[in-house]
Structures are given as C-alpha cells and as structure tokens.
C-alpha cells in the first residue's frame, strides 16, 4: 500500500528537528517566528535536520528521481528557493505542539521543475516524545493551481466560487421591499421605526416580498436542506420569532440609506435547531437604485456563541462545585453596598473535617465532599440570593433583602438538604459550620461580615468539641 500510494509518501525521521526545538526552548525561545525572522539562516538547518528514511515509488516519478538514493543525496536542490518561506509556517504549528499539519509550499524536482504542493505530515502513535517516525503525503497540485489561475477571470469561476464557499451565501431580489418602502415614504411617513411599531404586519409582508434567486451548498448544508426546492418552501420555518424584530431593524437601516449592513441575529435549520448568524447584506452596486440584486453572507457563530457563554460561566462560577466563585462574590458584594435592597442577611460557611478527609484520603474525596456542599447550597438558594464558593473549603451566602427571620428560614432549608444529603450519600458526613449576620444598610455591611465570620467560627468550635477532635492537628 505505500509503495503503490497514488500520492507520494515519504517516512520520515524528525528527531533531530525536535532535539533542535528542545533546545531553543531551553535557550528560552517562546516565539519561534520571532525566533526565525532574527535568525533565518535557521531555516535551511531545519530543513536539512530531516532524514529520509523512505518514499514510495509516485515519490519518485514526482520528483524525477532514479531512485531514492539520488533523491536523497540531491535533496538541497529539492528544498530551495520560496520553499522556505512557506515551511516557516509549516515549522511554527510543529513548535506549537501539532503533531498532525497540512500546510501549501513549493519544492522542486530534480530536472528543475517547481512543483506547487500540499503537504501532510503526521507523527505516528507511538513515536510522539521523539517525533522519529513522522508520514509525509505529498499531493502535486501544481496542475490544478495553474487551471485556477486560468479560472480567476471566468464565470464559471465565479460560479464556484458561490456554491464552494465555506460561507452560507444567498443572492437575493428585494426591488419588492423597496417598492413598499418608497410608498411609505410618499405618503408622508418621517418616523419609520414608529410606523413599524404602529404597524407590524409591515414587516411581515415585506419578508414575505424577498424573492431568493440562489442559495449555494453551504447554506443547504447549514440550514439541513436536502436540496434548494425543500430550503425555499420552508423559508418560514427558517426565518421566525426573534428573526422578525431583526428584520425590523434591517428596514429602519435600508430606509436610512444603508445599503451595506452587518448585524448578529438567530435564524433555524429544517430540523428546528438554533442558529446564531453573523449577517452580512450587501445591496450590489450596479443596483442601488432598485435592490434588485442583493448579496447575503451567513456565517454559523453557534459554537463560538456556546464557547462565549461557557467562558462567562466559568467568570463568574466555581468549576468544582458549580456555585458562584470569589470574584462574583466579591462584585455582588459592592453591588448590595451600593443600591442592596436593606436589609441583607449573610451566611459565612466552613466545612467541617475537609483537611482530615484531604490528608487520610486524598483531595479526590475532599473534592467529591466540596461538590456534594455545592449541591447542597445550590438547591437552598432563591432567584436574588448569592451562593459561592470564597476559598478552599470557604462558602458564603448573599441574602439580599432578608431580615434575621428569613435569615433563619435558610438556615433550616440548609440543615433540611443537608440531612437528605448525608441520606444520600455513604461514606463521611457533610457538615457545615455555619455563621449567620443580617444589616439594614451599607454602612454595616463590613460589620456584618465579620460577624458572620465570628459566629461560623463559633460554631466550627462547637463541632470539634462535641465531636472530640484536635483542631491544630487536624485543621479543617
């Protein structure tokens, strides 16, 4: 299979290159393209650091080599010229920990051919510490690039290029929305966001006037059409709910004069899943005065949309125990301190015998210990209250506009959940040392602070006595 390889591959050894890599980095090099730029005689040295230790027979016939001993010896009339200039890149996704690449460049064959190629390279399982064995596919493509660049001028690349397009795209006619929008405005109407408010149907008729001219595969693939006919006669249920107020604000800027507009909104797939869209809509210049033609770009941000909500959650919560962690406390904090509501009831909690857990079974219990308080506490708290996780084994609750009586009420709710906690689980028992302060303004809530603080640590003391154990020794 490899020697009869329709593509060339080559097996190579990269040790020497990862020795050369190792150490720069004990030199303390951080920025390889800095690296080279400062030093780009490095390059070729990287280049030369591979060792060949075989290639099949398409390798061959590539590269005009008799066989692979002169493709060997002769391999500095191979990697040459602009080459090295691409395999900068090739080297910098290397230094960053790809063991698997693909990347363009330029080599050249021995009767002088320059060859324009794909390489991938990819180092073999089992071989990642020392990168000694690293496969090499090399695809010609000099011919189809040629053929591109024949293309660039022509319809049909145009035409490519649309239904190719990593990008939804959708070539649209809105001379009909414009029709409705001139007639608005001729019958006097200056406050067009007002007329829409007045009039919503509006906005619903001239989504209805949109005829789609085309639509290309991505946007088939996107919106999980089976074909073109199926997308449009269900363009309904693409474009519903939150879609219609940002159609509405697409109208106020057309009837504004902006042509060209980008703006995020949620269309959905056939199959009823959400789409966030970064829209782009682009009024084409040769049709400004009827919107006849009109080019709109989507581009799927849902998982960058999901990756941005789970970066703000873990902001504001505790990976552990999923509760709110210290930052968000503390901003809750100056928050109450500044506008409450009064009063503010806070709970300073501690967990009880954690370091003894930590010491005689490892932080894994300790952890599963921390992730059964943040059950515990997640399930007491209401809407407005704050429950976080202040330290190692350190909680706190915020009880905005809770006197002592409701104070106290939690304070039940937690010994309630935490009994059927303890009912649940086997093993060691939750328990929590639990302080408990109410102020009726900002100017107490330091005050309340400490003494909640104070009232916790009683308690904590209460539990070691009744239960017999040595604090100093075993500090929780």
Known sequence: MFEMAPVSLWLEDYSALKQMFDAWRAEGVTDLRAHLLAHPEFVPLCAASFKVLRVNRRTLEIYAAKNQQELVSRMHEVFRGDM???????????WSGMLGITTQTVNYALDGRRLDIQVTARVLDGHEETWDRVLVSINDITESLQMQNRLVSSEQYGRDLFDYSP???????????????????????????????????????????????NVNQQTLTMFEAKNKEELLSRLGDVFRDEMRDCFAEQLIDLWNGKTTQLREVVNYSLSGNLINIHLQFAVLPDHLDTWGLVLVSLVDI??????????????????????????????????????????????AIDLNGLKLINDEEGHVAGDAMLRRAGEVLGKVVDAGACAARTGGDEFAMLLPGADERQA?????????????????????????????????????????????????????????????????????
């Open 84 to 94: 090295f200039e691409n395999m900068a890149r090739e080297l910098e996704q290397m």
């Open 408 to 476: 106290q009420a939690v304070l039940d709710r937690i010994a309630s959940v935490l009994e059927l906690n303890n009912q649940f689980y086997t093993g060691h028992k939750l328990s929590m040392a639990i302080g408990v302060a109410t102020c009726q303004s900002h100017h107490d809530l330091e005050a309340a602070l400490i003494r909640a603080d104070r009232a916790m640590y009683v308690e904590k003391a209460r539990y070691y006595h009744d239960n017999h154990l040595e604090r100093r020794k075993n500090p929780s």
């Open 302 to 347: 849902t998982a960058r949309k999901k990756a941005e909500a789970y970066l703000e959650y873990l902001g504001k919560h505790d990976s552990l125990t999923q509760l709110r962690n210290r930052a968000f406390y503390m901003e809750e904090l100056n928050r109450l301190s500044r506008k409450g509501p009064w009063p503010v009831s806070i709970l």
């Open 167 to 213: 990008v939804s795209l959708w070539v649209e006619d809105f001379s009909a929305v414009k029709v409705l929008i001139d007639e608005v405005r001729d019958r006097g109407i200056q406050d067009f966001r007002v007329f829409l408010s007045v009039h919503p149907e509006f906005v619903e008729r001239c989504m209805r006037e949109i005829r789609v001219i």
